[in-house]
């Protein structure tokens, strides 16, 4: 690990302190090995690398970062790293039908100037990719879930059952579980 870099800032939202000492404290509780879905590879990446005992599929849909996270964590073990396409509806043939402990969403990107607006979901921001985490994971975490387009996705996301705990770190973590669970 320590072929560590930061090639994600400080163009990226940056992955914070309190956003790891949170993220530890909830996925604590895990058993291992843990088997973690991720949408936007980068500093969340060496994060949940270091956790040990961890085997983690990354996900990203911008073309120019995945090339750099191909860079950053080639030959890196127990991470598989796959470019999805952006659109209302995924559908990622490598992660289709699998199953996960967790799920982090941390893409695609949620900048107001640069976030992409999709058919259905134009207040939203990272709705089809949280969607996709929670038909795959009990359980998935948001990261910026500060953010006022995030804060709308997590609101429909109430709305349609599931259940919403807010983390109130710097840039805001939100866990969103299935239901009752």
Known sequence: MSRRKQVYTPQGGGFLEDDRQVLTE????????LSLL???PGQSTWFFLGLGDVKLVSLESDDAWY???VHEFRGVEHL???????????????VDDRCFDVAFVDSPVGMPRRRIRLPG??????????????????????HDARRTAERRTLARLS????CVEFHGTRRGLAVVRKGNS
């Open 26 to 33: 909830i996925l604590a509780p895990l058993a291992r090995p």
């Open 38 to 40: 991720e949408f936007g």
């Open 67 to 69: 090339r750099a996270a």
């Open 80 to 94: 598989e790293l796959y470019r999805f396409e952006n659109s209302p509806q995924l559908s990622i043939p490598e």
């Open 121 to 142: 979901q134009v207040q939203l921001s990272r709705f089809n990719t949280l969607s996709y985490a929670l038909e795959r994971a009990p359980f998935a975490v948001l």
């Open 159 to 162: 709305s349609l059952g599931f």
